[in-house]
């Protein structure tokens, strides 16, 4: 197997890398302070806290679980710590062996001066090696006017550069010319394969567990595989290991408890949260035609941790959701579509377990098992056409992490991860007075191993690297019978030759290759620095879809022997700069992408039912290019920021074929290409218990696919379509406003609470979703623009906690 000589490489540095814990008695001692800071009241762990030694003027940064090591000479030493709405503490130790302590920050409540979208250190933005990496906590999160009063995770990172939607209350989201299934989404480690409630309106991440969310768009490390646009990693909080609290909300579109707690105090904590819907009662309200919709979901968020020692840490996190969207009816994609009942039904299960062993000063060793479940079903219980549509993913995966600090110039980290696939594509099982005949396609099952190295070296203070290597393969595995198609002909039903089969368990088809990882900084002056950045992504699972916005009922597909995985290669260079305060920053960024094995459908596929996917779809080439700008003002009683995204992406189908070719083998614009995009995000806190937010967006129109010329056949008009994606739907432009009286946190009390007032889409402009036609001779005009939200939308939540 091609994964053995990388695994081998890997044991011999990690030999080398042991055998220099040796003592050596000719080297000058060095001893660690080690710990983590926390929040006083919560006793969570907070990230990016800037630790300086003032004797030597020595910088350090805490990571994502609060972890810190400072490296020093035997001596007495004065240690700073600081974070944006955290009171700064000075702690004076002295270094003479291993010192491990926990550092406990209070917080600065009287602070107006709040960070509204990033929670990163002040200055972390310039001294940071990766690019195109962003940090979002709930706080800021919080802080953007909400849709009908539902606080979203995901719609937060539209705000940010190089992040867009094809849509609004379109699902998923697209990142820097990637679609929506090429953005790896965890929740606390496990994959989520449907990030939205309601369709897609809402993010499945109930706000109340959120800790924080990083996107990371450009700068993937080694340790992240298996996606080839971005990773979206959601981490949930920390259960509280002091007190029993209770926290919640009531909202337009759902309602929120959560309780969290010790179990034993200090040693074994809980945190469970529920958060339903009940929408049904709003669309009595609504005209005749959506009078009989149904709307409704759920999801069920537990965490358990358990510190056994100050070395061991065990944590499980369990998710749960479901989703039941039925239409009273519809005229999407240009189409009447009688969907009264009609029913999408979909769920998801995730599940991990987390060990985090500090085995030394220098070494910490963090394994987990993972498991994840998605699975959706498509209902119509039509006595002449009943029939049920199912499918699901199974993911299962165990990896293992383990952190090498030698030295304060180098942190090396090196893993390995097994992942077992095990896909239902669909099957459709009809009701019992159907004239639907039963369709079960075969599961696609494989596995992806992959193995890493890297290593963040400081070179010297001006200059910093980030480099990095992951190897990845992917095992297919039957049972399953694989198709062999004529060679001088294009992938058909008609062109197949034979059929080969092979039993459960038997490896048939492999691939796999390297994918390097670099990222340098370079200080050119007191707050200024340049980056620049190389990534490979490769990508083995895919979601197949030919409509706007994938539905929840998409197909996902395994790469093998005809759907080659897709291969993504990314060069980036920016510029950051902060003023001497922090108070101001900017930053540019420019971005040149490479696709391979792009993937998308053949004209007049029919992808749901389909056998033999192959036939379906078709790969090629594609190339994305952009430039993103952010101006954002992190101090003083307006905050906010603006940024501002060029982005082109262009695929390129080409074949020697003409079934397989689409826009006659020359490059269209994809589906999510929108060139302009501008946010701005301006909060007001005049006190601390009121503030204002506004938010205005604006976007170039998505490319739509216009019909060319109309003929007929058999008195009837059938639409012709040439080119794909040659015209636009009209420019989409928005305001939302939101107010936030809280609790005066000068008047002490146990209970807390808040109220949230917002309009979505201030100014009720009726964006275009997508443009449909219905051909009419009575009618003078044939096309029609489909809006999903054409109004303001008002709201008001209410949140407590106590």
């Known amino acids: 197997m091609r994964l053995l000589p990388v695994l081998f490489v890997f044991y011999c540095i990690l030999n080398g890398a042991f055998a220099q814990q040796r003592p050596n008695t000719n080297a000058s001692a060095t001893f660690s302070a080690t710990g983590y800071v926390k929040d006083a009241k919560t006793g969570k762990p907070i990230q990016g806290v800037n630790i300086v030694v003032l004797n030597v003027s020595?910088?350090?940064?805490?990571?994502?679980?609060?972890?810190?090591?400072?490296?020093?000479?035997?001596?007495?030493?004065?240690?700073?710590?600081?974070?944006?709405?955290?009171?700064?503490?000075?702690?004076?130790?002295?270094?003479?062996?291993?010192?491990?302590?926990?550092?406990?920050?209070e917080d600065d409540s009287k602070d107006l001066e709040e960070v509204v979208v990033t929670s990163e250190a002040p200055d972390r933005n310039?001294?940071?090696?990766?690019?195109?990496?962003?940090?979002?906590?709930?706080?800021?999160?919080?802080?953007?006017?909400?849709?009908?009063?539902?606080?979203?995770?995901?719609?937060?990172?539209?705000?940010?550069?190089?992040?867009?939607?094809?849509?609004?209350?379109?699902?998923?989201?697209?990142?820097?010319?990637?679609?929506?299934?090429?953005n790896l989404i965890l929740f606390d480690d496990a994959p989520v394969f449907n990030s939205g409630h309601l369709m897609g309106f809402f993010s499945v991440f109930n706000p109340d567990v959120v800790r924080e969310v990083t996107l990371n768009r450009g700068g993937v490390a080694a340790a992240y595989g298996g996606r080839a646009s971005s990773v979206l990693d959601v981490r949930i909080k920390e259960p509280d290991a002091q007190k029993w609290g209770v926290n919640g909300g009531i909202g337009l579109i759902s309602s929120r408890l959560g309780v969290e707690g010790p179990i034993v105090k200090n040693k074994l904590s809980f945190l469970a949260a529920v958060r339903a819907s009940f929408n049904d009662f709003l669309f009595k309200l609504a005209p005749p035609n959506l009078r009989g919709t149904t709307a409704n979901f759920y999801d069920i968020t537990t965490k358990l941790k358990y510190q056994p020692s100050e070395k061991n840490t065990i944590t499980f996190t369990g998710y749960v959701s479901t989703d039941v969207f039925k239409l009273a009816s519809d005229s999407l994609s240009g189409?009447?579509?009688?969907?009264?009942?009609?029913?999408?039904?979909?769920?998801?299960?995730?599940?991990?377990?987390?060990?985090?062993?500090?085995?030394?000063?220098?070494?910490?060793?963090?394994?987990?098992?993972?498991?994840?479940?998605?699975?959706?079903?498509?209902?119509?219980?039509?006595?002449?056409?009943?029939?049920d549509l199912k499918s699901g993913v199974w993911h299962r995966q165990i990896k293992s992490d383990l952190t090498y600090t030698p030295n304060e110039t180098h942190q090396w980290q090196v893993g390995v991860s097994a992942i077992d696939y095990s896909?239902?594509?669909?099957?459709?099982?009809?009701?019992?007075?159907?004239?639907?005949?039963p369709i079960d396609i075969a599961r696609e099952q494989a596995y992806e191993l992959a193995a890493y190295i890297q290593d963040e070296w400081k070179l010297n203070t001006d200059v910093s690297l980030i480099a990095g290597l992951r190897y990845s393969t992917l095992l297919n595995r039957g049972p399953a019978s694989i198709r062999t198609y004529q060679e001088n002909g294009p992938r058909q039903d008609e062109n197949v030759t034979s059929t080969k089969t092979y039993g459960a368990g038997k490896i048939y088809n492999t691939m796999g290759g390297l994918e390097p990882r670099l990222a340098l900084?370079?200080?050119?002056?007191?707050?200024?620095?340049?980056?620049?950045?190389?990534?490979?992504?490769?990508?083995?699972?895919?979601?197949?879809?030919?409509?706007?916005?994938?539905?929840?009922?998409?197909?996902?597909?395994?790469s093998d022997l005809y759907t080659k995985p897709v291969i993504a290669d990314q060069w980036s260079l920016g510029y950051f700069r902060n003023t001497p305060d922090n108070a101001f920053e900017v930053s540019g960024e420019v971005y040149y992408k490479t696709l391979t094995n792009a993937i998308d459908y053949r004209d007049g596929a029919e992808?749901?039912?389909?056998?033999?996917?192959?036939?379906?779809?078709?790969?090629?080439?594609?190339?994305?290019?952009?430039?993103?700008?952010?101006?954002?003002?992190?101090?003083?009683?307006?905050?906010?920021?603006?940024?501002?995204?060029?982005?082109?992406?262009?695929?390129?189908?080409?074949?020697?074929?003409?079934?397989?070719?689409?826009?006659?083998?020359?490059?269209?614009?994809?589906?999510?290409?929108?060139?302009?995009?501008?946010?701005?995000?301006?909060?007001?806190?005049?006190?601390?218990?009121?503030?204002?937010?506004?938010?205005?967006?604006?976007?170039?129109?998505?490319?739509?696919?216009?019909?060319?010329?109309?003929?007929?056949?058999?008195?009837?008009?059938?639409?012709?379509?040439?080119?794909?994606?040659?015209?636009?739907?009209?420019?989409?432009?928005?305001?939302?406003?939101?107010?936030?009286?809280?609790?005066?946190?000068?008047?002490?009390?146990?209970?807390?609470?808040?109220?949230?007032?917002?309009?979505?889409?201030?100014?009720?402009?009726?964006?275009?979703?997508?443009?449909?036609?219905?051909?009419?001779?009575?009618?003078a005009s044939d096309a029609y623009k489909l809006s999903i939200f054409g109004t303001a939308f008002p709201s008001l939540t209410y949140n407590f906690k106590f």
Do not use: C
């Not at 029913?343 to 994840?372: E, H």
């Not at 699975?375 to 009943?386: G, Q, Y």
């Not at 002056?525 to 083995?540: D, H």
């Open 58 to 105: 020595k910088g350090y940064v805490t990571a994502k679980d609060g972890f810190y090591t400072v490296q020093l000479s035997p001596g007495k030493y004065v240690l700073r710590f600081s974070h944006v709405g955290y009171r700064s503490r000075q702690d004076t130790i002295v270094l003479n062996s291993t010192l491990f302590r926990e550092v406990m920050m």
């Open 126 to 182: 310039v001294r940071k090696v990766e690019m195109g990496v962003s940090q979002l906590t709930i706080r800021s999160i919080r802080r953007i006017p909400p849709l009908m009063g539902e606080v979203d995770v995901v719609r937060s990172l539209l705000l940010l550069p190089g992040v867009t939607t094809v849509g609004e209350g379109a699902p998923g989201f697209n990142v820097r010319g990637g679609s929506t299934d090429q």
């Open 521 to 558: 900084r370079w200080s050119v002056g007191e707050g200024k620095s340049i980056k620049a950045g190389y990534s490979r992504l490769r990508q083995y699972i895919q979601q197949v879809t030919n409509t706007t916005a994938a539905l929840p009922t998409s197909r996902w597909h395994l």
């Open 607 to 779: 992808l749901q039912l389909a056998q033999a996917v192959e036939t379906q779809i078709v790969q090629g080439s594609g190339q994305a290019y952009g430039l993103e700008g952010l101006l954002r003002k992190n101090k003083g009683r307006w905050t906010g920021f603006m940024s501002y995204t060029f982005a082109r992406t262009f695929l390129t189908m080409d074949s020697p074929f003409a079934s397989e070719r689409v826009n006659n083998g020359n490059p269209y614009p994809a589906n999510y290409d929108k060139p302009h995009t501008i946010n701005i995000l301006a909060t007001h806190r005049p006190t601390t218990w009121f503030s204002m937010s506004l938010n205005f967006t604006y976007s170039t129109g998505r490319p739509t696919t216009q019909p060319a010329a109309i003929s007929r056949i058999g008195g009837a008009q059938v639409p012709i379509y040439l080119d794909r994606n040659q015209q636009r739907v009209p420019d989409y432009h928005r305001l939302d406003f939101s107010m936030t009286f809280e609790q005066n946190p000068e008047k002490k009390k146990r209970n807390q609470s808040s109220w949230v007032f917002s309009v979505y889409n201030v100014y009720a402009h009726k964006n275009a979703y997508s443009i449909f036609y219905k051909l009419s001779p009575a009618s």
């Open 335 to 387: 189409q009447e579509i009688n969907a009264s009942s009609t029913k999408f039904n979909y769920q998801t299960m995730t599940g991990s377990v987390r060990w985090n062993y500090f085995m030394s000063k220098q070494l910490n060793l963090a394994t987990s098992v993972i498991f994840s479940h998605y699975k959706a079903d498509l209902s119509v219980p039509d006595s002449a056409n009943a029939f």
């Open 423 to 437: 896909i239902q594509p669909n099957t459709r099982i009809p009701g019992p007075y159907s004239n639907i005949l």
